[in-house]
C-alpha cells in the first residue's frame, strides 16, 4: 500500500506499538502468541528492543526491575488468559516493591465473552488486587490514550504495576493511518502540558534539621525508593557534611559504598536499637525495618520519614512525615543546612561507637571468610566471588541474588560500590526473580557485567530463561549454590516421619549435586561446575572476562547453611 494515501489503514496492533514508541518506550518484555504476535513484531519495527522469554511471569519479573533501573515503566506483553495469568507475578511484584510496570494483555473477542471463548477470562478484574489502575480498550480508537494512562500511571506517585487490557477484535479493527496521527499527536500534546510539583513546607525542612543537629545519636536510613529517586548525591553530601552514619537497606546499598567510613551496616544492631532520631528516606517501616518498633528499635526513636507515598506517611504516623521526592527533598534538607552547617565529627561518642562495633564485627567475618573450607561451605565461596567482583572496578557488575542462605550470606559479605547494582528478592520475599531481573538488568545498564548468586532453589524457578540470555547473547554469569534444595538436604528428624510415603525425597530437597551448567551447554553457553577454590577463581575469571552467558554450578554442602536463612522464626 502506499503510505502516502489518506486511505491508508493502520489496525490495533500497529496503533498499540505506535503509542508505546510514540510515549517513550524502547525496551518490552514478554511471550507472544494469539492475539498479541503482530504487535511485537510491529513494535520490533519501530525501534523498540523486544525480549522473548519461555514464561510470562520471568518477563514480568524483568519488567518490574527494568522500571526500577531505569525510572521508567517496564512493559510486560502476554497473551490473554493464561499469559496474563502468568504475568501477574510481575505485576504483583511491582506493587509489592513500588516499581513501575505496565502489562499489556491481549484478550479474547468482546462478542464472545462469557461463551466459553478461546482463553477466556475477566482479566480486568484478574488484575485489580495487583495494579495501581487497569484499563480496557473497548475501541481502536481508545489505544493511545489507554497506553498513555498506564504508563503515566505506573510512573506517577509512589511507582506500582498498572493494566491495560487489548480485546483481540480492538486489535483487528483499523482506522485510517491519518485519524491515528491525529489521535497520537492529541494524546501527546496533552501529556507536554502536565507539570509535576512536589513542594515540601520550608517550615517541615526547617523541623527536620533542627531534629538532626539536636540529636544525640542520629542515623540516616535510606531504601530503594532513594535510589529509585537517584538521591545519591544529596546523600552523599549529606552524610558528608554532617557526619551522621547512615544504613541502607539490601536495595539501598550502593547509593554510598559499603566501604564507606560512615556506613552502619556491619552495626546494624546497634544503629537501630540505639539511635534516637532517624531520617529514613524512601524506606517502609515494614518487615524489613523490624515495622520501626521495639526491641529492635529503642522506643524513643524519632522518626523523620521522606517518601513520595502521602498514605505511607500516614500509615507510620511517624515524628515527622515529609512527602515528596527523596532527591528533591534531601537536597532541601541539604540547603536548609548549608547557612548552618553542623558536624558530628569522628570523635563524637555516637559515631565512635558505631565505628568500633563495625571494626570488630568486620573483622569477626573477615577472620572466618579467611578460612578455604572444602567441601564448600557459604563462606569461603562468597569470599572467592566477592574479591573477583571489586576486581572489576567500575563499571560495578549488577549482582542479583535470591535464595534464603545464599541471599542472607551474601548480603553481608559480598560489597556494593555504586548505586542501583543489586537486585534481590525484595519486600515480597519473592523467589525465583534471578533469571528475570538478570536479563532486566543486561537490557537496561548494558554497559555493566550482571552476575547472579543464586540459590539452586531460586534458579531452578527460571532456569529455562538461560536460553533466552544465549539467545541475546547478554553478558550473564549465574552463580548457582548449589546444596541439593530449598535450605540445603533432608534436615528432618526421621523419627517424626511416617506414613507410605515416608521414603520419597524431603519436600526440602532436590537430586543431589545436579548438573545445571549443563542446562546452559544445551543452548550453546558456558558451563562449568566447581567445587574447589582453583576451580571457582578460574571459572570467576574466565566468565567474567568473556561477558557471555554463563552457568558456574558450586557444589556446597547440603548440610552449610541454616533451614529458612535469617528467617527462621517465620517458618
Ligand atoms: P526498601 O525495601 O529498600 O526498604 P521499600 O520498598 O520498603 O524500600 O520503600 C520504598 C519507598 O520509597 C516506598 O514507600 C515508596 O513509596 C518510596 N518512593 C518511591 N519513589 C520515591 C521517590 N521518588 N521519592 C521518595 N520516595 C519514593
Not at 198 to 225: D, M, Q, T
Not at 252 to 258: A, F, N, Q, V, Y
Not at 427 to 451: E, K, N, Q
Amino acid at each position: 500500500p502506499n503510505s502516502q494515501t489518506p486511505q491508508t489503514l493502520v489496525d490495533g496492533n500497529v496503533l498499540a506499538a505506535k503509542s508505546l514508541a510514540r510515549f517513550g518506550i524502547d525496551r518490552m518484555f514478554g511471550v507472544v502468541g494469539i492475539p498479541v504476535t503482530s504487535l511485537a513484531n510491529r513494535a520490533v519495527s519501530l525501534g523498540v528492543r523486544f525480549i522473548a522469554f519461555h514464561n510470562e511471569q520471568s518477563a514480568g519479573y524483568a519488567a518490574s526491575a527494568y522500571g526500577y533501573l531505569t525510572g521508567r515503566p517496564g512493559v510486560l506483553l502476554t497473551v490473554s488468559g493464561p499469559g496474563c495469568v502468568h504475568g501477574l507475578a510481575g505485576m504483583s511484584n511491582a506493587m509489592a516493591n513500588a516499581w513501575p510496570m505496565i502489562m499489556i494483555s491481549g484478550s479474547c473477542d468482546q462478542r464472545d465473552f462469557g461463551r466459553g471463548d478461546f482463553q477466556e477470562l475477566d482479566q480486568i478484574e484478574a488484575v485489580k488486587p495487583f495494579s495501581k489502575l487497569s484499563v480496557k480498550a473497548k475501541d481502536i480508537r481508545e489505544i493511545p490514550e489507554s497506553v498513555f494512562r498506564v504508563l503515566d500511571c505506573a510512573g506517577s506517585g509512589r511507582p506500582g504495576g498498572c493494566y491495560l487490557d487489548l480485546p483481540s477484535d480492538v486489535l483487528h479493527q483499523t482506522i485510517p493511518e491519518s485519524e491515528a496521527e491525529t489521535l497520537l499527536a492529541a494524546v501527546e500534546g496533552s501529556f507536554a502540558k502536565r507539570e509535576s510539583v512536589s513542594s515540601v513546607p520550608n517550615s517541615e525542612i526547617e523541623k527536620a534539621v533542627s531534629l538532626l543537629r539536636h540529636a544525640e545519636r542520629p542515623l540516616i536510613v535510606w531504601g530503594k525508593g532513594a535510589a529509585y529517586a537517584r538521591a545519591e548525591a544529596p546523600l552523599k553530601k549529606l552524610v558528608e557534611t554532617t557526619g551522621i552514619p547512615f544504613l541502607p537497606t539490601p536495595m539501598g546499598k550502593g547509593l554510598l559504598p559499603d566501604t564507606h567510613e560512615l556506613a552502619a551496616t556491619a552495626a546494624r544492631s546497634l544503629a537501630i536499637g540505639k539511635c534516637d532520631v532517624a531520617l529514613v528516606v524512601g524506606a517502609r517501616l515494614n518487615w524489613l525495618l523490624h515495622f520501626g518498633e521495639p526491641p529492635k528499635w529503642s522506643k524513643d526513636v524519632k522518626f523523620i520519614l521522606v517518601d513520595i507515598s502521602e498514605e505511607e506517611i500516614e500509615l507510620r504516623k511517624p515524628h515527622l512525615g515529609l512527602v515528596g521526592d527523596a532527591k528533591r527533598v534531601v537536597e532541601l534538607i541539604n540547603k536548609e543546612i548549608k547557612d548552618d552547617p553542623f558536624c558530628f565529627g569522628k570523635s563524637h561518642p555516637w559515631v565512635e561507637a558505631i565505628a568500633k562495633k563495625t571494626k570488630e564485627n568486620v573483622s569477626r567475618m573477615e577472620a572466618q571468610l579467611a578460612k578455604d573450607v572444602v567441601p564448600f561451605n557459604f563462606l569461603t565461596p562468597m569470599r572467592i566471588i566477592r574479591d573477583a567482583i571489586l576486581g572489576l572496578g567500575s563499571p560495578a557488575p549488577v549482582l542479583v541474588s535470591e535464595g534464603a542462605n545464599t541471599m542472607d550470606i551474601g548480603r553481608a559479605v559480598l560489597v556494593q560500590t555504586e548505586p542501583r547494582t543489586r537486585l534481590d528478592a525484595g519486600t515480597w520475599g519473592t523467589m525465583g526473580v534471578g533469571l528475570g531481573y538478570c536479563i532486566a538488568a543486561a537490557v537496561a545498564s548494558p554497559d555493566r557485567l550482571v552476575v547472579a548468586v543464586e540459590g539452586d532453589s531460586g534458579f531452578g524457578f527460571s532456569a529455562m530463561e538461560v536460553e533466552t540470555l544465549v539467545r541475546y547473547q547478554l553478558p550473564v554469569v549465574v552463580i548457582v549454590f548449589n546444596n541439593g534444595g530449598v535450605y540445603g538436604g533432608d534436615r528432618r528428624n526421621p523419627e517424626e516421619i511416617s506414613g507410605p510415603y515416608k521414603d520419597d525425597p524431603a519436600p526440602t530437597s532436590f537430586v543431589p549435586s545436579a548438573g545445571y551448567h549443563t542446562l546452559i551447554e544445551a543452548f550453546g553457553g558456558k558451563g562449568y561446575l566447581v567445587g574447589t577454590p582453583e576451580e571457582l577463581k578460574s571459572a570467576l575469571s574466565e566468565s567474567f572476562s568473556a561477558r557471555k552467558p554463563a552457568v558456574i554450578n558450586i557444589i556446597i554442602d547440603p548440610y552449610a547453611g541454616a533451614e529458612s536463612g535469617r528467617l527462621q522464626h517465620k517458618n
